[in-house]
């Protein structure tokens, strides 16, 4: 029996947290990963319905229930990177909500090794746009 793939973006503990409390306050929320130079590499967190999804745009999958896109270009230079959601000091930058007070949405990152690649290759998961 084959493993199931890894998800493509998870979060951590505190970003769930987070996620959590930005839901009970706000409503549903949702990622947006560009990586463009003006919008700078963090991810960015807007309420339901307020970023218009791409058609192009790739659905990653969903931490703490909150669809997390990226900008599909973005997604072929990071396909062989697992995201990982956290939470850092500081405002967030742009037009993103704060992930609590004095605290932004950050994006780590690991490769998948050789086996999760493989996994991957014979799945879509995470690749929906």
Do not use: K, W
């Not at 919008?39 to 319905?49: A, I, Q, R």
């Amino acid at each position: 029996m084959t493993d199931p793939p890894p998800p493509r973006v998870v979060a951590t503990p505190a970003a769930l947290q987070a996620i959590a409390r930005l839901q009970a306050a706000r409503g549903p929320v949702i990622f947006f990963q560009s990586g463009g130079c003006c919008d700078g590499s963090l991810p960015m967190c807007f309420v339901e319905g307020q970023l218009a999804i791409s058609p192009r745009d790739v659905l990653l999958g969903e931490p703490g229930r909150c669809p997390f896109y990226i900008d599909h270009r973005q997604f072929e230079v990071v396909r062989h990177t697992q995201l990982v959601l956290d939470v850092a000091p500081g405002a967030p930058e742009g037009f993103s909500l704060a992930a609590e007070n004095d605290a932004h949405f950050v994006i780590r990152s690991r490769l998948f090794t050789g086996e999760e690649e493989a996994a991957l290759a014979c799945s879509t998961q995470g690749v929906s746009s």
